[in-house]
């Protein structure tokens, strides 16, 4: 099993350019999450989703979108990269259920906005 | 609004110094309690977990944490580090009723050889 895979591993954006950060998971998880990091500040909930088709905003969701069309994939994107988001952006997943919310993270993606 | 402080943010020790982290969160109700740990160029992985039971609870590569629930704490020690602990460990709290996670800033770790 690969888990969480993200696509791309680097980006670097102008300020306004658009993108779009992909996220699989092959462990059938119910839960999805997109996380940043950014220094000294641990990781921020941007977006999460509960299921299939269902999504919704997390501690610092202000500037993404996220869709959830596949069970297997969590999108997020960009419509104006601004250099605010530069960071390193994590999804993770987690099975149905508080007693199993261990959750397993992809390896990241570091964006740059200039 | 809920918190998870980790006291400190760097951290040097030499290879068989005794590690210990502090990790305090404020939530008054029941909690889920975790330990994550990053190694230099890799993703987060899971250290160890507290959900119930015994508040001392061992997880892989020697680490263990105790959860005192009248001090808000679950601090993460290791009684004898190693170079290969060099990596940044983060705390995070899932209060039992909400799924999702409250991290802390994290604690970079140096082991010097």
């Known amino acids: 099993n690969a888990g969480v895979t993200q696509t791309p591993k680097f980006r670097v954006l102008k300020t306004g350019q658009s993108m779009t950060l992909l996220c699989a998971q092959d462990?059938?998880?119910?839960?999805m999450y997109w996380y940043r990091q950014d220094p000294g500040m641990g990781l921020r909930l941007i977006h999460y989703?509960?299921?299939?088709?269902?999504?919704a905003k997390g501690e610092v969701p202000d500037g993404y979108n996220v869709s959830r069309l596949k069970k297997q994939n969590f999108l997020l994107g960009l419509e104006s990269a601004a250099p605010s988001q530069t960071s390193v952006y994590f999804c993770?997943?987690?099975?149905?259920?508080?007693?199993?919310?261990?959750?397993?993270f992809g390896p990241g993606t570091r964006l740059t906005v200039l | 609004a809920q918190s998870v402080s980790q006291h400190n943010h760097h951290v040097i020790l030499s290879e068989a110094a005794s590690l210990e982290l502090g990790c305090n969160y404020s939530?008054?109700?029941?909690?889920?309690l975790f330990w994550y740990v990053q190694y230099p160029g890799q993703h987060l992985q899971l250290l160890l977990k507290?959900?119930?039971?015994d508040p001392l609870v061992k997880g892989i590569k020697g680490f263990e944490a105790e959860f005192i629930k009248s001090k808000f704490s679950f601090n993460l020690r290791k009684p004898s580090v190693q170079w290969s602990d060099t990596a940044e460990y983060f705390c995070?709290?899932?209060?039992?009723?909400?799924?999702?996670?409250?991290w802390g800033a994290g604690t970079k770790l140096i082991i010097k050889p």
């Open positions: 989703s509960v299921g299939e088709g269902t999504t």
């Open positions: 507290y959900f119930s039971g």
């Open positions: 993770a997943s987690s099975s149905f259920g508080l007693a199993n919310n261990e959750q397993f």
């Open positions: 939530y008054g109700g029941t909690v889920n």
């Open positions: 995070a709290v899932t209060p039992d009723s909400n799924y999702q996670l409250i």
């Open positions: 462990m059938n998880h119910e839960y």
